[in-house]
């Protein structure tokens, strides 16, 4: 069982659409959370962290339960520039603070 | 605002040869972190460094080594290389701080190196 669950997708939605991905972790350690949304081919790009009370950045809401060990992420009004693999990333807080990715779910916007 | 660099960008070898990475963190970041991504796959921790020491360790072969400078640069060391080592490699950077500073551990992450190993 990987350390950070996703489900994979695709998700196809049309523009406009709301999306919600979720995220479950095994490692009760973990302190910080994040999501990363990465391109086909590029580099995995900082979305947004997950704080406890859940955090929004305009069209972006992040929640994380810690007693469930479950993140989500929450896209409304969804672009074509939305397209991507959106990661969830939890960090395994031993020593310094390495990353464990979830293999990521694949996000698809329609015209 | 500058972000991390990598080089070179892409890299083609044969198999049984060598290959070094190169990482140029963002000005002022302390740590830096390596990662592999095959194929369909996501990243995965290789090594880390934080103020010239290795920090920590994931799942490096033992025949790959790294290191980081005094100018903070890192680089990865590759040899024997094997089919299996074609992947991207991405370094990231983060500020760790010290003793009175501010600590995050949020990592940015460079374009990457894609090596092909033939």
């Known amino acids: 069982r990987k350390e950070v669950e996703q489900d994979p997708g695709p998700f196809n939605v049309p523009e406009g659409a709301t999306v919600a991905f979720n995220c479950t972790y095994s490692?009760?350690?973990?302190?910080?959370f994040f999501w990363y949304r990465q391109d086909c081919r590029k580099e995995p790009k900082l979305l947004m962290s997950?704080?406890?009370s859940g955090n929004e950045d305009g069209r972006f809401t992040a929640q994380l339960n810690r007693a469930s060990q479950y993140i989500s992420l929450l896209i409304r009004d969804s672009k074509l520039s939305d397209s991507a693999t959106y990661l969830c990333?939890?960090?395994?807080?031993?020593?310094?603070?390495?990353?464990?990715f979830g293999t990521g779910t694949r996000l698809l916007v329609s015209p | 605002a500058a972000g991390v660099i990598q080089s070179p960008r892409h890299l083609i070898k044969e198999k049984r040869e060598t290959a070094t990475l190169k990482c140029y963190p963002i000005?002022?970041?302390?740590?830096v972190y390596w990662y592999q991504q095959g194929p369909g796959q996501d990243p995965q921790f290789l090594i880390s460094?934080?103020?010239?020491?290795?920090?920590d360790k994931g799942s490096i072969p033992d025949r790959f080594s790294a290191q980081q400078f005094s100018d903070y640069h890192s680089e990865l060391n590759m040899s024997s290389l094997e089919l299996g080592d074609s992947a991207l490699y991405f370094c990231?950077?983060?500020?760790?701080?010290?003793?009175?500073?501010?600590?995050?551990?949020?990592?940015?992450f460079g374009p990457g190196t894609r090596l092909t190993v033939l």
């Open positions: 000005p002022r970041h302390d740590t």
């Open positions: 490692n009760s350690a973990s302190q910080s």
């Open positions: 990333v939890v960090n395994d807080n031993t020593g310094f603070q390495k990353l464990v």
């Open positions: 460094f934080y103020e010239k020491m290795q920090s």
């Open positions: 990231a950077s983060s500020l760790r701080g010290g003793p009175g500073l501010v600590f995050s551990d949020t990592q940015y």
């Open positions: 997950v704080y406890s």
